[in-house]
């Protein structure tokens, strides 16, 4: 399974942005796919995850301004980012798993990463 993550970029505090990941290869048994972020100096954490069906979970720290969905005819993720904040720059993981979970370890496969940087 490759992972593609793409849309990052350079935004203002209070603006948009959507994030899209797209997957290729044996993706059907990878039905489970996250999000994650990684700002300077920190581990990378958990930002959202979204199931085949389109069950979804989010980080506390995310919950009402982010928006995970994905399009399966396509492979592919998004995450919608809105009223963005400094302290939601970093870099953005998209991953896949076989399980619906929150813990790094358990992703099989890893995107390159995107550059999200929000100014003040």
């Known amino acids: 399974v490759q992972l593609q993550a793409s849309g990052g970029g350079l935004v203002q505090a209070g603006d948009s942005l959507r994030l899209s990941c797209a997957a290729s290869?044996?993706?059907?048994?990878?039905?489970?796919m996250g999000w994650f972020r990684q700002a300077p100096g920190k581990e990378r954490e958990f930002v959202a995850r979204?199931?085949?069906?389109?069950?979804?979970a989010y980080a506390d720290y995310v919950k009402d301004r982010f928006t995970i969905s994905r399009d399966n005819a396509k492979n592919t993720v998004y995450l919608q980012m809105n009223s963005l904040k400094p302290e939601d720059t970093a870099i953005y993981y998209c991953?896949?798993?076989?399980?619906?979970?929150?813990?790094?370890?358990?992703?099989?496969?890893w995107g390159q990463g995107t550059q999200v940087t929000v100014s003040s």
């Open positions: 991953a896949a798993s076989t399980y619906p979970t929150t813990t790094q370890s358990v992703y099989n496969y």
């Open positions: 290869g044996r993706t059907a048994s990878n039905n489970f």
């Open positions: 979204i199931g085949w069906g389109g069950t979804t």
